[in-house]
Every structure is written in structure tokens, then in C-alpha cells.
């Protein structure tokens, strides 16, 4: 954030917001995503709920949500989506059928194998040190956190 000695703070300064380099890095980061997803057929909302699921092979659709950041309205249609394309299920759950269970199919755990290479192809584009990207990791976290209080 940029201050001037002599010179009052301007709020509305785009360089003085913490918002905006978040906002653009992440824009900035997905979009070195997309020729790598799209290979696999995956936006990068999809592919975030499909690391969850290689990881837990069934949860709830509320669960997802959370673990995710998203909104029903937000998360469905990708579970939709992915559901068409075969790689997950969504059903009822029998103890209780309020609860929506998202369960990963034989094609979604295939489509693992296909997705290894993402991580590091990415990782390749972003230019920190790995202390720094730690550090940035748990800043990030931190900030993730207090949204939640």
C-alpha cells in the first residue's frame, strides 16, 4: 500500500487496496489453469470439488460446500455438470434424506491419473521461492479464517 510522506491516504486508491493484487493474482493463477483443465474436460470450480472428492471419495454436498467456500447456488450446478460427465453421483443419503451425498464413480478416480501433472504445471508458472509461497499459503489461511468468525 502505498503512503507519501506529507500526503493524506486516499481510500479509494486502487494501489492502497488489499483487495485488488488478491483479486487480480487469483484471476491471474486460475487463467494459467484453463489450458490444463481443459484437457480433462474441467472448468477450475470443477476440478477444485473433483480434488475433494479424489481425497475423500464421498462426502455431503454441504461439506463440499464448505471445504470449498461455495454457496449451493454456486456449488450445484458444477455437481450437475460433473454428474453428466460421469465422474461423481449425487444421492440422498439413507440415514437421513435431507443430507445430499456426492459420491466419486470409477471414471471421476480415472480421471486422477489424468490430473497429476496440473499441480506442477502450474506450479511452474508461479514465480516464488518455496518459503515465500509457505508464507503465502499461510497468510492466505489466515485471512480464510477470520471470514469465518
Known amino acids: 500500500m502505498e503512503v507519501n510522506e506529507g500526503t493524506a491516504f486516499d481510500p479509494l ?39 475433494v472428492l479424489w481425497e475423500e471419495k464421498r462426502i455431503s454436498a454441504k461439506t463440499l460446500g464448505q471445504r470449498l467456500y461455495l454457496d449451493s447456488g454456486t456449488l450445484t450446478p458444477v455437481l450437475k455438470s460433473l454428474e453428466a460427465k460421469g465422474f461423481l453421483t449425487r444421492r440422498r443419503s439413507e440415514a437421513d434424506e435431507r443430507v445430499l451425498e456426492v459420491s466419486l464413480t470409477e471414471k471421476g478416480e480415472a480421471l486422477r ?37
Open 13 to 51: 486508491k486502487l494501489s492502497n487496496q488489499l483487495c485488488f493484487p488478491l483479486y487480480a493474482a487469483s484471476r491471474e493463477v486460475v487463467k494459467r489453469y484453463y489450458p490444463l483443465l481443459e484437457r480433462l474436460d474441467l472448468t477450475y470450480t470443477q476440478y477444485i470439488a473433483m480434488m
Open 113 to 149: 491419473a489424468d490430473a497429476l501433472s496440473v499441480p506442477q504445471a502450474v506450479a511452474g508458472c508461479i514465480r516464488l521461492a518455496p518459503e515465500e509461497a509457505g508464507e503465502l499459503y499461510r497468510l492466505l489461511y489466515r485471512l480464510l479464517d477470520g471470514f469465518q468468525n
